[in-house]
């Protein structure tokens, strides 16, 4: 079977139970969730959709295995933007059950691996606790990746933020037509860091307005850059799950 790069939601049932037994099956999950004043509500379903999309054209003359790419899982686990609006956000325990529920789609019908490919910081636990426990319960063989975890090139921030610079310019190489314009911020609220721990709280969220760092620092051709090393990254991560899972 030779080795390429279909959307689910464009195949027949044909189609897809001929593919599904040898294929990995690639799951963009996002959120809608407010990104300040300046970025779609859809920001991280839509770079997710973008990297894996990408992605899989470029890894499938390499992979050894047909890549599908579902339709993205476009709401994800956001309670803590509600506050400020815009957001659509499933409760964690919700969004492990949906995830589950499409890793058991998957099964029975004869498919046997799969990826999630996630853009959001909310989902990361959900996601690896939705990979081990499909693995267990349905036989499939999973796994979990963040795409910003691959932008990692000196001086690039490890994680992207929270509609800074970082996914602005994300924004801006994938869909620059929704990207608001951006005034400079007088002061930059500072972002509390302990190595090693990851902080939730409502009031570090309340201090910094929802975002994070400095948008109007973001640039076309950066984001363009970023997305485009993103994307080549995943592409090998795909070639090589496609070979062990």
Request: charge should be negative.
């Amino acid at each position: 079977m030779g080795s390429v790069a279909l959307r689910w939601s464009e195949l027949d049932r044909a189609q897809l139970k001929r593919h599904l037994p040898e294929a990995v099956v690639i799951i963009p999950v996002g959120a809608i969730e407010q990104h300040g004043p300046h970025l779609p509500t859809s920001t991280d379903a839509l770079i997710a959709e973008a990297v894996a999309g990408s992605a899989a054209t470029a890894a499938a003359g390499r992979s050894g295995r047909p890549l599908i790419v579902a339709p993205t899982v476009a709401f994800g686990a956001s309670d803590h933007h509600l506050a400020y609006g815009g957001t659509l956000s499933l409760s964690p325990e919700t969004l492990l059950a949906v995830i589950c529920d499409l890793f058991r789609s998957i099964a029975a019908q004869g498919g046997q691996r799969a990826v999630l490919l996630n853009g959001h910081g909310g989902n990361v636990g959900v996601c690896h606790a939705a990979a081990a426990a499909g693995s267990t319960r349905f036989g499939l063989s999973l796994a979990h990746l963040d795409y910003w975890r691959l932008a990692g090139t000196e001086g690039e921030p490890p994680v992207p933020g929270h509609a800074g610079e970082f996914e602005t310019s994300m924004v801006m190489a994938v869909r620059p037509d929704l990207v608001r314009p951006r005034e400079p911020r007088a002061q930059v609220p500072e972002t509390p860091a302990i190595a090693g721990v990851d902080l939730h709280s409502e009031i570090v969220w309340r201090r910094i307005d929802g975002f994070t760092d400095r948008p109007e620092l973001a640039e076309a051709g950066a984001g363009k850059r970023r997305l485009e090393n993103i994307v080549n990254r995943t592409a090998d991560r795909l070639v090589e799950l496609a070979s062990v899972l």
